[in-house]
């Protein structure tokens, strides 16, 4: 099992926001995520994996909230994962994206990852760029991150503090800080649900036009079907800690929510979630 | 994109909002001199009148010559040069140690073990009563004085300091982790620069307190500066030079308030455009 760390500070900081979500002290990785070079994928899916669950189980205390879960996303894959609340969505994002160091089975993730936040998640005293730019290696880092705020039309607002900035643009400002990394899995924490109807339809724009110029495999946490529908290549249904349901959408995009077979893989994913599309459970 | 507009035309309008309320500022800042200036001149009216003597408070009118005299001799320059190198010395040794120990406290399990029991506990001492020692161990130059304000100085910055460590976001943390940051890094872009307010707030307090104790270590055997200046004065009943000196004290922890402000105003100026919209 887990071996404790000793108290270094990002242990200490992500430790004290562990203890809070977990009730428990975090440790340090059983097996940690296995970083390989990423190669990219020239064709459309690479038959590399861009990450590998296997047996992936996370207990609370004795609450089991992932339950051997085995999960493959292919390089260069949209993959969209639904589920109730308390259905473990956010703890396996959380174990990919190297927060979570109290899990067994095994995780593998080939080349880097990046994650864009529920809430943006912006240091507030760095404006936009430093924001974008933060921690980044290799030369240029503020002209990279520029590029990158103009990729994701947030050009103008590069030098703004972070509090200065809507809520759809501080969540591209957070998109643009994942980009730049160049990852070849991009994980995305319901990056759109704090927003409005109007800008999380831009949002979603935006992002299959990021996902097709750069290709990271994605993986996107929602409770929104819809959202679903219109982004993923395979759609999964998380229950009780494992993949309860499986989806393959080969609609081809942009795709419009009225489209028929979106129409009934909605029913058929609400019914997986539990919910009749009327709404009457 | 006509969404992205009407956010920004809704905080130009936000941001136009404390201008206009800036417009009627000046005349209601005058009327709050009101007040005052009624009070000098019933004073000074007292004064002439016999109501007050001179040996209990000296007439403003008196205060204002005395302290041009005082100017002008360099008695009350001296004795200001003298009192500031005892407030600079004290708080440059206190805001150190302080934000130092805060830094070992905050950044480190172990450091907080080792440290921050201790500060607690010396924090409940009355520091003031710690004269009588003070002079014992140290006699009645200006080390006793120097030290006493540094020991006052360190704690509102070790006790704040230490709270805005402890209280950076654990969230950014958490972006940190995945943005791959050092420790180095995560120290010098989130955590440091997390704690900054709530340091500010820290000197502002240790600032107030240094002159506090500036004023009861002059109090105690001084043969120069602005305590020393009073004390003369009392001997003789100079109630114009008393005042004087209580004016300079006061003078002197505005222009240090000041001086915070503006160092507010720089280090946080990516809070201060959230604030004003």
């Given amino acids: 099992m887990a071996a404790r760390v000793p108290g270094g500070l990002t242990g200490e900081l992500a430790g004290e926001l562990a203890d809070e979500l977990n009730g428990g002290p975090s440790s340090e990785p059983s097996r940690g ?40 996303i292919a390089g260069g894959e949209f993959v969209a994962l639904l589920g109730r609340s308390g259905s473990g969505k956010s703890t396996l994002l959380r174990a990919l994206a190297g927060l ?18 529920q809430e943006p998640r912006l240091v507030p005293w760095k404006r936009v760029r430093a924001n974008v730019a933060l921690g980044l290696g290799g030369p240029d880092p503020l002209d990279r991150a520029d590029t990158a705020l103009a990729e994701v ?29 160049e990852p070849s899995l991009l994980l ?40 679903a529908l219109l982004l993923a290549d395979r759609v999964l249904v998380l229950d009780a800690g494992r993949v309860a349901h499986e989806t393959v959408i080969t609609t081809p995009r942009p795709r419009h ?11 058929t994913l609400l019914a997986a979630l539990g919910v009749s599309p009327e709404g009457t459970t | 994109m006509s969404v992205l507009e009407l956010g920004t035309a809704a905080r130009a309008q936000a941001r136009a909002r404390p201008h206009t309320r800036n417009r009627w500022r000046p005349g209601a800042s005058w009327r709050r001199w009101i007040s005052p200036l009624v009070l000098v001149v019933a004073w000074q009216v007292a004064s002439a009148a016999g109501l007050l003597p001179a040996r209990l408070l000296a007439a403003p009118s008196a205060i204002a010559e005395t302290a ?3 100017v002008r001799t360099g008695v009350l320059p001296t004795a200001v040069a003298v009192s500031l190198q005892r407030v600079l010395l004290g708080f440059a040794a206190g805001a150190i140690a302080g934000v130092g120990l805060a830094l070992v406290a905050g950044l480190s399990r172990p450091g907080e073990n080792a440290v921050d029991p201790i500060m607690q506990m010396l924090r409940a001492l ?36 230490f709270a805005g460590i402890r209280g950076v976001d654990g969230r950014l943390a958490e972006v940190a982790k995945t943005l791959k940051l050092t ?30 104790a500036l004023i009861v270590a002059e109090q105690v055997n001084a043969s120069a500066g602005l305590g020393y200046m009073i004390n003369d004065a009392r001997e003789f009943l100079r109630t114009d030079v008393i005042v004087v000196g209580l004016l300079v004290y006061s003078a002197l922890g505005l222009l240090t308030d000041g001086i915070v402000r503006l160092l507010e105003r720089r280090a946080l100026s990516w809070r201060r455009e959230f604030l004003a919209g």
């Fill in chain 1, 257 to 267: 929510r009225d489209h028929p077979d979106l129409i009934a893989l909605r029913a």
């Fill in chain 2, 183 to 212: 420790r180095a890094q995560l120290i010098g872009h989130i955590v440091l620069p997390g704690a900054l307010p709530q340091t500010l707030v820290g000197l502002r307090q240790s600032l107030g307190v240094a002159w506090l």
């Fill in chain 1, 33 to 72: 995520l296995s970083s390989e070079p990423g190669d990219r994928p020239s064709d459309r899916l690479s038959h590399r994996p861009a990450a590998a669950v296997r047996q992936l189980t996370r207990r609370f205390g004795d609450r089991t909230v992932l339950d051997r879960l085995d999960l493959e």
């Fill in chain 1, 100 to 117: 979570d160091q109290e899990i067994d089975g095994s995780l593998t993730v080939a080349g880097s990852v990046a994650v864009a936040f």
């Fill in chain 2, 126 to 161: 009355p520091f003031f009563g710690l004269i009588p020692l003070f002079i014992l161990w140290f006699g009645i130059g200006e080390a006793p004085k120097v030290l006493l304000i540094a020991l006052a100085v360190s704690f509102p910055l070790y006790l704040n300091t």
């Fill in chain 1, 188 to 227: 995305l924490d319901e990056p759109f649900s704090a927003l409005d109807a109007l800008t999380r339809i831009t949002m979603h724009g935006l992002v299959l036009e990021l996902w097709a110029a750069h290709r990271p495999a994605v993986l996107l946490v929602t409770h929104d079907v819809d959202e």
């Fill in chain 1, 153 to 181: 039309g947030l050009a103008e607002r590069s030098g703004a503090w972070p509090l200065t900035l809507s809520g759809g643009e501080a969540q591209r400002a957070s998109l643009a800080r994942a980009l730049v990394r």
């Fill in chain 2, 68 to 70: 041009v005299d005082l």
